[in-house]
């Protein structure tokens, strides 16, 4: 067993056990178990981490197994690099979906420029935005980010970019 320090990075932020799991997304029997010494996996421990603000060798005060060890020594770095893949990802649709509306506003605007279409075709540019960016949230909310969260576990949405 590797003998972790949760509970003291816990107390030293003068949090109890229910705020810790409401900040980490972790059961509080969970926090419970691993404070009393209970093996858990890298995703709840870097969890853990990123909710106390640590690295997550930060929460051991010693690692007695070499292969954990090694695991958790690179896991900031993993987690650094799927983080930096599922932006890239998302920035990816989100720049599509503005693309698109560009490209329809200016194609509408020469078409009622050319008289083509009627100047109420401009509602069908408002549509667009307005629908669309209702629909690319819910997207991006149900299809998009499970996909990115089962494609890298150790990433999270990054909401505040994406508005």
Known sequence: MNETRIG?????????????AAESGIAVRTIQRLEAGSDASLDTLSRIAAALEVEVSSLFAHVEDPEFATAVDGLGERIAAQQARRDAITDATRKAFYGLGVVISLALAALVGARLLPGIAFFLVAIYWVGGRVAYDLLLRTVIDPRLDAQYPLSGPTRGRHR
């Open 8 to 20: 003291e990075l816990r107390r030293a932020r003068g949090w109890t056990q229910e705020r810790l």
